[in-house]
Nanobody, 130 residues
Framework: QVHLAESGGGSAQAGGSLRIACAAS?????????MGWFRQVPGKEREGVAA????????YYAASVRGRFTISQDAAKNTMYLQMNNLKPEDTAIYYC??????????????????????WGQGTKVTVSS
């Protein structure tokens, strides 16, 4: 059974940084993995933020975070990360990690869709104050 556990959420000032992590059990990070991060605020749909696929050779970022966020994975630790720099108040949300997508050069995220992913974590809250 796949279990994903996010950690590292919390509070930051605008312009600050946070790194959130997603540790997996029952799911092994390999060179073929496809995984990503979504976020959601109350009353809005879950939004795809970043994805990494084809062994880490390909990454995707939503326009709202491109240049500020970096997705990465550490296969040895079976953990995925989202480094968030230059945070803005509008980044405030619950962040969810997800795995088991099928993106490739022939089927890239355009954009990331909730239905593209098979397993989800419970979320970690990120609050950015101005």
């Amino acid at each position: 059974q796949v279990h994903l556990a996010e950690s590292g959420g919390g509070s930051a000032q605008a312009g600050g940084s946070l790194r959130i992590a997603c540790a997996a059990s029952g799911y092994t990070y390999t060179s073929d993995n496809c995984m990503g991060w979504f976020r959601q605020v109350p009353g809005k749909e879950r939004e795809g933020v970043a994805a990494i696929y084809t062994g880490g050779d390909r990454t995707y970022y939503a326009a709202s975070v491109r240049g500020r966020f970096t997705i990465s994975q550490d296969a040895a630790k079976n953990t995925m990360y989202l480094q968030m720099n230059n945070l803005k108040p509008e980044d405030t949300a619950i962040y969810y990690c997800a795995v088991d997508c099928d993106y490739s050069d022939y089927y890239p995220p355009a954009p990331m869709l909730v239905g593209d992913f098979g397993y989800w974590g419970q979320g970690t809250k990120v609050t950015v104050s101005s």
